[in-house]
């Protein structure tokens, strides 16, 4: 099972990206998938999840600006990010749980003051 996350780059403060995670399997396999992030110097936390019934969880610091859909038939995740800010800055990881952690390679996403 593989996973590749793309849609990272650099965008100033207020703008918006969409990051996306294209999956070998269908997404509906998983038991849920999310987003995590990896900024310098700090530990990698949880962005945002969603279980195979479509219920969301997200990271205090990015409700209400971020939200998480899948799309079973491409087998694709996303990301859709707006209002970014700089703390937003970080190594973006794609995660599914198959009753075993997979992740998907990082995409850098990086917001300019």
């Known amino acids: 099972v593989q996973l590749q996350a793309s849609g990272g780059g650099l965008v100033q403060a207020g703008g918006s990206l969409r990051l996306s995670c294209a999956s070998s399997?269908?997404?509906?396999?998983?038991?849920?998938m999310g987003w995590y992030r990896q900024a310098p110097e700090k530990q990698r936390e949880l962005v945002a999840m969603?279980?195979?019934?479509?219920?969301?969880t997200y990271n205090d610091s990015v409700k209400g600006r971020f939200s998480i859909s899948g799309d079973n038939a491409k087998k694709m995740l996303y990301l859709e990010m707006n209002a970014l800010k700089p703390e937003d800055t970080a190594v973006y990881y794609c995660?599914?749980?198959?009753?075993?952690?997979?992740w998907g390679q990082g995409t850098q996403v990086t917001v300019s003051s």
């Open positions: 995660y599914g749980d198959l009753r075993t952690d997979v």
């Open positions: 399997i269908r997404i509906s396999v998983f038991y849920r």
């Open positions: 969603i279980t195979s019934g479509g219920s969301t």
